[in-house]
């Protein structure tokens, strides 16, 4: 079983629709989860970060955690053009110094 | 100071050569991480230095992967006696230790031929 796990897709939605990026991994002692955004060719770029079950909204992206259900998710709402890009979940597992963990990633294409 | 910084971003080499490769974190991170990608992947853990001392480094490092981080800030990675199958994208990223969020450098990309 690999600790973080995502469907790679492509996921495709229509230019103002909503994206729902789901996430689950294996470590129930985890803490600490990410949301990564990466274009092709580019580096990761932070763009959630959630620590406590329940949902944390920063613009149009929600991140959403069920520690019970070792479960994250991301949703873009009124996705644009430019949100096509890979999205990477990214866990702290226990007791791991700060070390990440992520998944493949979730590549996204937003159709105008 | 606007970022994490790598260079070189990019580097060709041939098999059998050691490469080295900087990273200057943010300023005031005392966290620093190298991870590598390749293409269709998540960026996989290396090692984690806490100012100047490599805290934890991975299994998967051989010993040709050496990092340092003399001072606690610029760190360091060489690869001796490069193989092809280390090509791949090398990336730095830094944290504070007042939360663990890890902002990432522009990446060096490293091909071994």
């Known amino acids: 079983q690999k600790e973080v796990e995502q469907n790679s897709g492509p996921l495709s939605v229509p230019e103002g629709a909503i994206a729902s990026l789901n996430c689950t991994y294996s470590?129930?002692?985890?803490?600490?989860f990410f949301w990564y955004r990466q274009y092709s060719g580019k580096s990761p770029e932070l763009i959630m970060s959630i620590y406590s079950n329940g949902d944390k909204e920063d613009g149009r992206f929600t991140a959403q955690l069920n520690k019970a259900s070792q479960y994250v998710s991301l949703l873009i709402r009124d996705s644009q053009p430019s949100d096509s890009a890979t999205y990477l979940c990214a866990v702290i597992p226990s007791g791991g110094y700060q070390k990440v963990t992520f998944g493949t990633g979730t590549k996204l294409q937003v159709i105008p | 100071d606007t970022g994490v910084s790598q260079n070189p971003r990019h580097k060709i080499t041939k098999r059998g050569q050691n490469v080295t490769f900087r990273c200057d974190p943010i300023s005031e991170h005392n966290r620093l991480y190298w991870y590598r990608q390749t293409l269709g992947q998540g960026p996989e853990f290396l090692t984690y230095?806490?100012?100047?001392?490599?805290?934890?480094k991975s299994r998967l490092l051989s010993d040709r992967f050496s990092a340092e981080r003399p001072k606690g800030s610029f760190s360091t990675l060489e690869i001796q006696r490069t193989e092809q199958g280390d090509s791949a994208m090398y990336l730095c990223?830094?944290?504070?230790?007042?939360?663990?969020?890890?902002?990432f450098g522009p990446g060096t990309r490293l091909t071994v031929l």
């Open positions: 990223a830094s944290s504070s230790s007042e939360d663990n969020e890890q902002f």
């Open positions: 470590d129930r002692g985890s803490q600490s």
């Open positions: 230095f806490q100012n100047e001392a490599q805290l934890e």
